[in-house]
């Protein structure tokens, strides 16, 4: 076994990893910023509050107050589905229900 080609693998290994770190550093920076000049642009009442719900690939510049007003969307629209489908097991006949855990 070539012992010198396992220390240039260690010392490619370690490279890298200083690499990553200084790479999740500046990403971490440029994210801690880009939070700033979001806050400081959002009105005061949207600024500090949370969203909670959904997750998913929004759009970066989003702010909270659209944000909110998908996520009411999302509700909504989750709301009305479950009663379309509790109208539908209603309205179909005995024969046509199936046991949700029979699918």
């Not at 240039?8 to 880009?34: F, I, M, V």
């Not at 909670?52 to 759009?59: E, L, P, V």
């Not at 909110?68 to 589905?81: C, F, G, I, K, S």
């Amino acid at each position: 076994m070539d012992q010198g080609n396992d220390r240039t693998q260690g010392s490619d290994d370690n490279r890298q990893a200083a690499e990553h770190a200084r790479n999740a550093e500046e990403n971490r920076d440029a994210l801690e910023a880009q939070a700033r000049r979001t806050d400081a642009t959002a009105p005061g009442d949207v600024a500090s509050q949370p969203i909670q719900g959904a997750q998913g690939s929004q759009d970066a510049s989003e702010d909270n107050t659209q944000a909110a007003r998908n996520q009411e969307q999302v509700q909504r629209d989750h709301d009305a589905m479950q009663a379309d489908s509790r109208r539908i097991q209603e309205s179909a006949p005995e024969h046509t229900h199936r046991d949700a855990r029979d699918q």
